[in-house]
């Protein structure tokens, strides 16, 4: 008996320590809503909350619904819910169609709840919270929200921790009392001994393990992902301006899209095409298209291309530059000569120009503007655009997001293997637009007899190893 009550001090303090961390973590919250909403929903819908992309705008949507339960059961299985006839989901999907909705089983309430509160405080502006006193709409972040919850965790473990040391007292007193009601000597053993006893170190130290495994495994599944990655580049080219404004459409400047493996990042030819005739941006006047003229070795002033440029020193090239946006500068003031402003202006613009287009390994400024890759997938995996953009129909913002909203373009899915997978279970293969499914009778049959709806790329062996690593 007295053996059993010395064995629980330990047990209830590492169960009562145990079940703290618990309720600590599983609370719902907007920080933990924001890590599950960048995994698992930011591919698809936007982070304003407000807008609609491939999927609608997500603020205020639980009260579109008519109880919680419907909602976290569409967040789990959208396709069982539109299955089942549930108005708000053929709703949806009437309007977002063919469009599938990735499901979550696996999310559990606190979860999606935790994903539900981001959300809405995202939406509402109260998440993250503002500098105090910053006027609405300031956008004066503090990374006080992390600090405060920390604080509350602490507390809550040193509550536990007290209440702990008096339930440790109690039975110790206990087993005293037992000890000598039986008539047994007892060593009350102090707090110290019990916190570095053989079982509760062991117990430690196998919780140590457990906790650096997790932690080793999800930065291993991390490494290399860069999902918001957003580098400068060498030249400030708008997609706002270009996709948005203008609608040039993805596949004219990544024309390798729809024919290649690779979209390709267009050649400054390619460039050429239209700023041959506009030599002027709207947003940065002269500054960002003369670096396009200086790689590849046009003169906007006399509209033609210098031949040998190749070969032309430094000071040239500067002249012939420099030349054009004086001359740019002049005719939109419209002033006869240039004047001090204007000279500092071309003098920094010249600098950008020179900084932009050389660097340590490409010394010269004529040659390929060194673009920053963006997306980048592991050698081992296998991707092909033309398959597709040209015969998956897929649109470009269904893994690139509003690229025609992006003044700076950044990564926007996480590109990861269990992102590529879920987008094959659920996305439905265009069966009869393409001859080349004609093969596959059995799925015909299947969907002229009623027995099946659609056929998705899983069903097609889109989850075969083999698919994407060979």
């Given at each position: 008996?007295?053996?059993?009550?010395r064995?629980?001090?330990?047990?209830?303090?590492?169960?009562?320590?145990?079940?703290?961390?618990?309720n600590?973590?599983?609370?719902p919250?907007?920080?933990?809503?924001?890590v599950?909403?960048?995994?698992?929903?930011?591919?698809?819908?936007?982070k304003?909350?407000?807008?609609?992309?491939?999927?609608?705008?997500?603020?205020?949507?639980?009260?579109n619904?008519?109880?919680?339960?419907?909602?976290?059961?569409?967040?789990?299985?959208?396709?069982?819910?539109?299955?089942?006839?549930?108005?708000?989901?053929?709703?949806?999907?009437?309007?977002?169609?063919?469009?599938?909705?990735?499901?979550?089983?696996?999310?559990?309430?606190?979860?999606?709840?935790?994903?539900?509160?981001?959300?809405?405080?995202?939406?509402?502006?109260?998440?993250?919270?503002?500098?105090?006193?910053?006027?609405?709409?300031?956008?004066?972040?503090?990374?006080?929200?992390?600090?405060?919850?920390?604080?509350?965790?602490?507390l809550?473990?040193l509550?536990?921790?007290?209440?702990?040391?008096?339930?440790?007292?109690?039975?110790g007193n206990?087993?005293?009392?037992?000890?000598?009601?039986?008539?047994?000597?007892?060593?009350?053993?102090?707090?110290?001994?019990?916190?570095?006893?053989?079982?509760?170190?062991?117990?430690?130290?196998?919780?140590?393990?457990?906790?650096?495994?997790?932690?080793?495994?999800?930065r291993?599944?991390?490494?290399?992902?860069?999902?918001?990655?957003?580098?400068?580049?060498?030249?400030?080219?708008?997609?706002?301006?270009?996709?948005?404004?203008?609608?040039?459409?993805?596949?004219?400047?990544?024309?390798?899209?729809?024919?290649?493996?690779?979209?390709?990042?267009?050649?400054?030819?390619?460039?050429?095409?239209?700023?041959?005739?506009?030599?002027?941006?709207?947003?940065?006047?002269?500054?960002?298209?003369?670096?396009?003229?200086?790689?590849?070795?046009?003169?906007?002033?006399?509209?033609?291309y210098?031949?040998?440029?190749?070969?032309?020193?430094?000071?040239?090239?500067?002249?012939?530059?420099?030349?054009?946006?004086?001359?740019?500068?002049?005719?939109?003031?419209?002033?006869a000569?240039?004047?001090?402003?204007?000279?500092?202006?071309?003098?920094?613009?010249?600098r950008d120009?020179?900084?932009?287009?050389?660097?340590?390994?490409?010394?010269?400024?004529?040659?390929?503007?060194?673009?920053?890759?963006?997306?980048?997938?592991?050698?081992?995996?296998?991707?092909?655009?033309?398959?597709?953009?040209?015969?998956?129909?897929?649109?470009?913002?269904?893994?690139?997001?509003?690229?025609e909203?992006?003044?700076?373009?950044?990564?926007?899915?996480?590109?990861?293997?269990?992102?590529?997978?879920?987008?094959?279970?659920?996305?439905?293969?265009?069966?009869?637009?393409?001859?080349?499914?004609?093969?596959?009778?059995?799925?015909?049959?299947?969907?002229?007899?009623?027995?099946?709806?659609?056929?998705?790329?899983?069903?097609?062996?889109?989850?075969?190893?083999?698919?994407?690593?060979?």
């Amino acid at each position: 008996m007295i053996s059993r009550f010395r064995k629980l001090p330990v047990l209830i303090i590492l169960g009562l320590f145990l079940l703290g961390i618990t309720n600590v973590y599983a609370q719902p919250s907007p920080d933990a809503g924001k890590v599950l909403f960048t995994a698992n929903c930011a591919s698809c819908h936007a982070k304003d909350m407000k807008s609609a992309l491939t999927g609608p705008a997500l603020g205020g949507a639980e009260a579109n619904w008519d109880t919680k339960e419907n909602l976290y059961a569409w967040i789990r299985n959208s396709q069982g819910m539109i299955q089942q006839g549930h108005p708000r989901a053929v709703e949806l999907w009437n309007k977002y169609k063919p469009t599938v909705m990735t499901g979550f089983p696996d999310l559990t309430d606190d979860e999606i709840a935790s994903m539900l509160l981001y959300i809405d405080g995202v939406y509402a502006g109260t998440y993250p919270p503002k500098a105090a006193g910053a006027p609405a709409g300031a956008g004066a972040v503090v990374d006080e929200p992390k600090g405060s919850n920390l604080w509350s965790y602490g507390l809550i473990i040193l509550f536990l921790a007290g209440l702990s040391y008096i339930l440790f007292r109690i039975l110790g007193n206990l087993n005293q009392l037992s000890a000598a009601k039986d008539g047994v000597d007892y060593d009350k053993p102090s707090l110290m001994k019990v916190l570095t006893s053989k079982g509760l170190v062991t117990f430690l130290l196998f919780c140590l393990v457990i906790f650096g495994g997790y932690t080793t495994v999800n930065r291993a599944i991390n490494l290399g992902r860069q999902q918001g990655y957003e580098p400068d580049q060498p030249i400030k080219f708008s997609h706002v301006t270009h996709a948005g404004l203008n609608k040039i459409d993805c596949q004219y400047c990544h024309d390798g899209a729809r024919r290649s493996k690779h979209s390709v990042i267009p050649a400054t030819n390619t460039c050429m095409n239209c700023h041959s005739a506009i030599k002027v941006g709207s947003q940065y006047g002269t500054a960002e298209i003369t670096k396009i003229f200086a790689s590849i070795g046009y003169d906007p002033l006399n509209n033609k291309y210098i031949e040998n440029y190749e070969k032309m020193p430094e000071d040239s090239i500067k002249a012939i530059f420099t030349a054009w946006m004086t001359d740019a500068y002049v005719t939109d003031k419209g002033i006869a000569a240039i004047d001090a402003d204007g000279e500092e202006l071309v003098d920094n613009q010249w600098r950008d120009i020179k900084k932009s287009l050389t660097n340590e390994q490409k010394k010269t400024i004529p040659g390929p503007i060194e673009w920053v890759k963006i997306h980048n997938l592991p050698d081992h995996a296998y991707f092909n655009h033309a398959q597709h953009v040209a015969v998956g129909k897929v649109a470009c913002q269904t893994c690139h997001g509003a690229v025609e909203k992006m003044e700076v373009v950044k990564q926007y899915s996480p590109l990861s293997m269990g992102w590529c997978i879920n987008c094959h279970r659920e996305t439905e293969v265009k069966f009869s637009e393409n001859d080349y499914y004609k093969s596959y009778e059995q799925f015909h049959t299947e969907i002229k007899e009623g027995k099946r709806t659609k056929v998705t790329v899983a069903d097609i062996g889109g989850l075969e190893c083999q698919k994407c690593h060979y």
